[in-house]
Each structure stands twice: as C-alpha cells, then as structure tokens.
C-alpha cells in the first residue's frame, strides 16, 4: 500500500502511529478519532480496500482510478469527495506541470489520493498538527488546509507564467521567428491554469454551505467559515489574474500577426525596389546592345554601312539612349 502517512487524531492529538490500516480503523472505532490517510498513486485493489472499509462510493473511486478530472466537489451520501489540480512552475524549462489530488471527507475521515509531486501535503499535516484548535474541527478542517495549500502553490506558478509574458513582450518586438510559438505554447498553459483555478470559487462555496450541515459547534463552524472567505477570495484574485495573462497573451498573438505582416510588406517594398533598379539597369544595357547586335550582323546593304561617321553616330545614339534611360528611370525614383 502506497501509503504516505498514516496518522488517528482525537481532539486535535496525534495519537502513536498504527502499525497498518487495519490497525487504523481498529483505533477509530475504539478511540473515536479522525483517520488522515496519505496515498501515493494507489492501485485498484487498494483503492478497493479503503473503499470496502471507509464506505466510499464507487463512483468516487471509479473517478480516483480513471483521473483527468476537473476541480469539483461531489457528495456522496455521508462523504464528500473533492478534486483539485495542483501546479507547479519548473524553472529550468519554463513550464507548468499540472497534478491531481483526490480528497474524500468523511464524519471521521480525511483520504487524500495523490497523483503527481504537489501539493506538499506533508507541509499541510505538519502545520495543521501545530495548529490543534483547527485540527480539532475535525475533517472539514483538513480540506480547509489541502485547498489553502493547492493556492498558495498556484502564486509561484503565476509568477513564472508572469515572467514569462514579460520576456514574451519584449521578443515581440526584437523580430524572433519563434516567438507566435512561444505565445501559443504559453496560452495553452495559462488555459489549463484557469481550468484549475476558476472552479475553486465554486468547490469552496458548496464547502462552505455545508458547513451548516455538520456537527461542528456555531463558534467553531463560524471561524472554519471565516478562513474559507479567505481563501476563496484568494482564489478570485487568482483566477482574475489567471485571466488578465490570457487576454495579454490573445492581444500578443494578435500583435504578432501584425507585426510579422507588416515585416512580410516590409520586405515585399525592399525586393520591389530591389526589381526595379535591377530592371532599370538591364533596360540602361540593353539599349546599346541592341544597337550593336543589329550593325553585328554584317550584312551588305545597311543603312549607313559606308557612311564615314556611322561608327561615332552609332555609339553615340548607344550613349544617348543609355542616359536618357538613366534620366527617365532617376526621375520616377527607380535608381
């Protein structure tokens, strides 16, 4: 069993950790204490096990083996099953990598079912367990902390994303051939972000209506309410910001575009004026080529073959051509 942690907790305790689960659901029953279980990528028939004992519904666990679910919050009878999709920025090669953690809440039970790296949840038990007051709320509390954590995460990775938009501005300009790709290799990241992030607000709002229907004490139910406000408005400042990286990436594309259409007719003046001083030099030359090629061809009888000034006439009418050529060709602003 892929099992992180392991831990029984009675009025906010940690009590000695059991040897396995079976002894874990043996302290629940005799100490009437929230189980937090820790699984790393389970297989099926671990998942099965804690499901034959916990009573989680096969729908749950049938969404826990398949993945690639959207953040949601599902009730199921007396348990409630969250899904969320942790992130993190790798830095060394510019990218997002998405998770998916798994967490089903019962009346004694916290399972969290962790399929990639992040979130560091081993941080979330630790500070929960400094935090006995909040730990002693029991297990709406811990899902309270795992979705603290999930967004406190986010902010690193919308920083890189931020960053990233930043140098993207500034290739924008420089003429980089690869930049509309960076720009859409970046947009896709930052969509798969704001699919992460937008249903939150919806998962901590149903969160936060059951905790009316739980045994919890008004004080107790009032204070768990007041720290989901928090995050909640967090993760609106952050599916805000999420948003805004989206429309700057959508204008970027658009500017791209432009500006590589506007390179594109740049270019297209620069060969056209390349063409013309080209054609107008082959016109200058081929004038007195003409002339020649016609007095080459030494047939007897020409128009003043004999005549004693034909040769001088003949370059003269080449030069005459050529520069009037040249005139007419540096007036229209050929050359």
């Given at each position: 069993?892929?099992?992180?942690?392991?831990a029984?907790?009675?009025?906010?305790?940690?009590?000695?950790?059991?040897?396995?689960?079976?002894?874990?659901?043996?302290?629940?029953?005799?100490?009437?204490?929230?189980?937090?279980?820790?699984?790393?990528?389970?297989?099926?028939?671990?998942?099965?096990?804690?499901?034959?004992?916990?009573?989680?519904?096969?729908?749950?666990?049938?969404?826990?083996?398949?993945?690639?679910?959207?953040?949601?919050?599902?009730?199921?009878?007396?348990?409630?099953?969250?899904?969320?999709?942790p992130?993190?920025y790798?830095?060394?090669?510019?990218?997002?990598?998405?998770?998916?953690?798994?967490?089903?809440?019962?009346?004694?039970?916290?399972?969290?079912?962790?399929?990639?790296?992040?979130?560091?949840?081993?941080?979330?038990?630790?500070?929960l367990?400094?935090?006995?007051?909040?730990l002693?709320?029991?297990?709406?509390?811990?899902?309270?902390?795992?979705?603290?954590?999930?967004i406190?995460?986010?902010?690193?990775?919308?920083?890189?994303?931020?960053?990233?938009?930043?140098?993207?501005?500034?290739?924008?300009?420089?003429?980089?051939?690869?930049v509309?790709?960076?720009i859409?290799?970046?947009?896709?990241e930052?969509?798969?972000?704001?699919?992460?992030?937008?249903?939150?607000?919806?998962?901590?709002?149903?969160?936060?209506?059951?905790?009316?229907?739980?045994?919890?004490?008004?004080?107790?139910?009032?204070?768990?309410?007041?720290?989901?406000?928090?995050?909640?408005?967090?993760?609106?400042?952050?599916?805000?910001?999420?948003?805004?990286?989206?429309?700057?990436?959508?204008?970027?594309?658009?500017?791209?575009?432009?500006?590589?259409?506007?390179?594109?007719?740049?270019?297209?003046?620069?060969?056209n004026?390349?063409?013309?001083?080209?054609?107008?030099?082959?016109?200058?030359?081929?004038?007195?080529?003409?002339?020649?090629?016609?007095?080459?061809?030494?047939?007897?009888?020409?128009?003043?073959?004999?005549?004693?000034?034909?040769?001088?006439?003949?370059l003269?009418?080449?030069?005459?051509?050529?520069?009037?050529l040249?005139?007419?060709f540096?007036?229209?602003?050929?050359?």
């Open positions: 069993m892929p099992i992180i942690d392991n029984i907790y009675v009025n906010g305790e940690r009590l000695p950790k059991p040897a396995d689960l079976d002894a874990t659901f043996e302290s629940m029953k005799e100490t009437g204490g929230m189980a937090w279980l820790g699984l790393y990528r389970p297989n099926a028939q671990e998942m099965h096990d804690v499901a034959a004992e916990l009573g989680l519904h096969e729908l749950a666990i049938e969404d826990t083996l398949t993945g690639h679910q959207r953040p949601k919050l599902d009730h199921y009878g007396d348990h409630l099953f969250a899904v969320l999709r992130a993190r790798l830095d060394d090669v510019e990218k997002v990598e998405f998770g998916e953690l798994h967490v089903y809440v019962g009346a004694d039970f916290v399972v969290t079912v962790r399929h990639a790296e992040s979130p560091k949840l081993g941080e979330v038990r630790k500070r367990e400094t935090e006995k007051e909040l002693r709320m029991g297990p709406e509390a811990v899902l309270y902390a795992v979705i603290d954590q999930v406190d995460e986010y902010e690193p990775v919308a920083d890189g994303l931020g960053n990233d938009i930043d140098e993207i501005e500034e290739q924008l300009f420089s003429g980089q051939s690869n509309s790709r960076r859409y290799e970046l947009s896709s930052v969509i798969d972000f704001q699919r992460a992030v937008v249903p939150l607000d919806t998962v901590i709002e149903r969160l936060r209506k059951d905790l009316k229907l739980t045994d919890l004490a008004p004080d107790d139910a009032l204070e768990l309410d007041r720290k989901l406000i928090d995050v909640q408005d967090h993760a609106i400042r952050l599916a805000e910001r999420v948003a805004s990286f989206r429309a700057i990436l959508t204008n970027a594309l658009s500017l791209s575009s432009t500006l590589a259409s506007q390179r594109a007719t740049e270019a297209g003046v620069t060969q004026e390349q063409m013309k001083k080209i054609s107008s030099w082959a016109a200058i030359l081929f004038a007195p080529s003409l002339i020649g090629s016609i007095y080459g061809m030494n047939f007897t009888h020409m128009p003043e073959l004999h005549f004693m000034w034909g040769y001088p006439a003949a003269g009418l080449m030069a005459a051509l050529s520069v009037g040249y005139l007419v540096k007036k229209n602003n050929w050359l």
